[in-house]
């Protein structure tokens, strides 16, 4: 037998889904599987119950908030549905172009957004790419819905701001306004692989927003680099000097992928080539 034996639950409605996830102890939301189902087979989780978000079709939509000023996605919308979105292609090209980079198509056509910022793995692509992006997360529980920015999102590895007995509902994502341009990029083990550092990073009107991936269980926000481009100078020089002693500031792991030397001077690289293009794409 691959997995124990699992109560599932394949709710009709959001408020039962949260319902059922606040009445059993050991329940788990059930998003694409990609994650949680491999982490059961490996029997590092053996929740009681499963709650199958499956039939929530409120949490697959995407669609612009009533001022337009963001991207409204739905927990439950796969990688494969953000690379196909005309929405998210006018608003936020970045999280197609990044989601299209996302392991491989069977695993875009199941893993949700939703699973996969829940997860929380700091070698996922978009925990740092929404922290850079100024992304906000609803989170629905019994009590009603609260929204936190992605940086009051991110705890911990598998660990996040929604609570036992919650959801995570939608992401908001800013629309992009005129000069703005965002990019991500990293160093990945093989061309679809796993990043063993990653940084994204949103040039706009009002400065830069840097985030680094997989120096530490959260996204960690390059704000002294930011500082140091208040001025809006993106020039080669100005990127190369304000990222010096970027990897200094962190304290990343050592693994089998890289010592942790190694990730903080593939922070810095990351993080400059990051802005360079992001700064690129914001002149147009
Ligand atoms: C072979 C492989 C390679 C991968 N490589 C990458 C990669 O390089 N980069 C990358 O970013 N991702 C990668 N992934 C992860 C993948 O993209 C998914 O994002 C991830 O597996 C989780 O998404 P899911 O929808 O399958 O969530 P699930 O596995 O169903 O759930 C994951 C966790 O999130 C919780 N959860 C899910 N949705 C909600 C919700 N709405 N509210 C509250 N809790 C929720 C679940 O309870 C569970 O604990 C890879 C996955 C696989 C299998």
Excluded: W
């Excluded at 000023?69 to 690379?83: F, Y």
């Excluded at 819905?145 to 590895?157: D, Q, Y």
């Excluded at 959801?167 to 061309?191: E, K, N, Y």
């Excluded at 949103?202 to 680094?212: C, D, K, L, M, Y």
């Amino acid at each position: 037998m691959l997995l124990r034996e699992v109560e599932y639950a394949r709710p009709a409605s959001i408020d039962e889904a949260i319902r059922l996830l606040a009445e059993h102890d050991g329940a788990r939301a059930l998003a694409g599987g990609q994650t949680l189902v491999n982490v059961m087979k490996a029997r590092a989780a053996s929740p009681d119950v499963l709650v199958d978000l499956a039939d929530l079709a409120e949490l697959r939509t995407i669609s612009f908030s009533a001022d337009q000023s963001a991207l409204e996605i739905g927990a439950m919308v796969t990688s494969s549905q953000i690379v196909g979105s005309s929405e998210v292609e006018v608003a936020r090209p970045i999280l197609a172009e990044v989601a299209s980079t996302i392991a491989d198509l069977q695993v875009r056509n199941r893993g949700t957004i939703g699973g996969n910022i829940c997860v929380n793995d700091p070698t996922n692509h978009f925990p740092p790419l929404l922290v850079a992006l100024g992304a906000s997360m609803t989170i629905q529980g019994r009590d009603g819905e609260r929204t936190v920015s992605a940086e009051e999102f991110f705890l911990g590895v598998y660990f996040t701001a929604v609570g036992e007995g919650e959801l995570l509902t939608r992401i908001s994502v800013p629309t992009r306004s005129a000069g703005t341009g965002d990019a991500m990029t990293g160093i990945t083990l093989g061309a679809h692989g796993t990043y063993i550092v990653s940084a994204a990073a949103s040039v706009g009107s009002v400065g830069v927003r840097i985030a680094i991936g997989c120096v530490s269980s959260v996204p960690e926000r390059a704000t002294a680099m930011e500082q140091q481009l208040v001025g809006g100078d993106y020039s080669d020089a100005a990127v190369k000097a304000a990222a010096a002693g970027l990897g200094a500031s962190l304290d990343p792991p050592s693994d089998v992928h890289a010592a942790a030397d190694y990730r903080r001077h593939l922070a810095e690289v990351s993080a400059v080539r990051a802005v360079l293009q992001a700064a690129e794409r914001a002149r147009g």
